[in-house]
Nanobody, 123 residues
Framework: QVQLVESWGGLVQAGRSLRLACAASGSIFRINDMGWHRQAPGEQRELVATITFTSGGVTNYANSIKGRFTISKDNAKNTVYLHMNSLKPEDTAVYYC???????????????WGQGTQVTVSS
């Protein structure tokens, strides 16, 4: 079994910063990549950022957050971070952690999701 646990969401004023963390634990053989998605009320879930745990940590960002958010990782801790700067009210959403990884008993990549953490940006 694999668990993804997000932390450090909350309420912040517009223009301020916030950092999210997501730790993967359990029966993990190797993580291929991890990332963050978000879902605002009444909206579809959208990609925010991803980072590979191999290949030197290749990153990918949604256009809406480029230059404001930075994704980083700690391979030893199986943890991914999302550093969010210059937050806007439209960044308000539930942020979900996602991982594509291999368990010890499968050669295929499996996809896992965290339970989500609320980020609210007040104007």
């Amino acid at each position: 079994q694999v668990q993804l646990v997000e932390s450090w969401g909350g309420l912040v004023q517009a223009g301020r910063s916030l950092r999210l963390a997501c730790a993967a634990s359990g029966s993990i053989f190797r993580i291929n990549d991890m990332g963050w998605h978000r879902q605002a009320p009444g909206e579809q879930r959208e990609l925010v950022a991803t980072i590979t745990f191999t290949s030197g940590g290749v990153t990918n960002y949604a256009n809406s957050i480029k230059g404001r958010f930075t994704i980083s990782k700690d391979n030893a801790k199986n943890t991914v971070y999302l550093h969010m700067n210059s937050l806007k009210p439209e960044d308000t959403a539930v942020y979900y952690c996602n991982a594509n990884l291999r368990t010890p008993w499968s050669a295929r990549l499996s996809n896992y999701w965290g339970q989500g953490t609320q980020v609210t940006v007040s104007s």
